[in-house]
T-cell receptor, first 112, second 111 residues
Framework: GQNIDQPTEMTATEGAIVQINCTYQ??????LFWYQQHAGEAPTFLSY????GLEEKGRFSSFLSRSKGYSYLLLKELQMKDSASYLC?????????????FGAGTRLAVHP | ETGVTQSPTHLIKTRGQQVTLRCSSQSGHNTVSWYQQALGQGPQFIFQYYREEENGRGNFPPRFSGLQFPNYSSELNVNALELDDSALYLCASSLGSLEQYFGPGTRLTVT
């Protein structure tokens, strides 16, 4: 089966650090993506991990452990505009193509 | 470089009707994937088109069908609309299996 779990909601304070966890069980793995989605808008790409370890990109970092089926997205120096849903997605192979399997998303609310 | 565009932005249909949604892929991309996103949920994979052929499909009934044209733009057709088809429909384009770029989506409401 295909299963991706992430917390439904999180709150944090402006300027703080927040970690959003994602665990996955999929038949096949070709990389893990994090997307940001503001209400009513399209998902926008944040990060991509295919090997174990940490990928850093400005205020955002993403970590992957393939043996544990686990990833996290770390957001530093939080800003009000970071209030959004964060989607964890696994790229899974299937019959000659790749599809993204998404979690339900984590709604992050950043407060002053 | 032109990004992924979708039309229309919003659409209201009645149960039983048919709808066609359109997507123009990003310049240079030859693969289009369609996703359905219900309110409060993550996107669910509908199908993918590569060089005008469907090359992958998720758990959606046959009344969800699609096309890809020689310029790699794409259409999603849904027949016999049901209330549960109300959702945001997202199109994503990519160059083969590389990173997918999403369009702004079409919000479909079925009454």
């Amino acid at each position: 089966g295909q299963n991706i779990d992430q917390p439904t909601e999180m709150t944090a304070t402006e300027g703080a650090i927040v970690q959003i966890n994602c665990t996955y069980q999929t038949s096949g793995f070709n990389g893990l993506f994090w997307y940001q989605q503001h209400a009513g808008e399209a998902p926008t790409f944040l990060s991509y991990n295919v090997l174990d370890g940490l990928e850093e990109k400005g205020r955002f970092s993403s970590f992957l452990s393939r043996s544990k089926g686990y990833s996290y997205l770390l957001l530093k120096e939080l800003q009000m505009k970071d209030s959004a849903s964060y989607l964890c997605a696994v790229r899974a192979p299937g019959g000659g193509y790749n599809k993204l399997i998404f979690g339900a998303g984590t709604r992050l609310a950043v407060h002053p | 470089e032109t990004g992924v565009t979708q039309s229309p932005t919003h659409l209201i249909k009645t149960r039983g009707q048919q709808v066609t949604l359109r997507c123009s892929s990003q310049s240079g991309h030859n693969t289009v994937s369609w996703y359905q996103q219900a309110l409060g949920q993550g996107p669910q994979f509908i199908f993918q088109y590569y060089r005008e052929e469907e090359n992958g499909r998720g758990n959606f009934p046959p009344r969800f069908s699609g096309l890809q044209f020689p310029n790699y733009s794409s259409e999603l057709n849904v027949n016999a609309l049901e209330l549960d088809d109300s959702a945001l429909y997202l199109c994503a384009s990519s160059l083969g299996s590389l990173e997918q770029y999403f369009g702004p989506g079409t919000r479909l409401t079925v009454t």
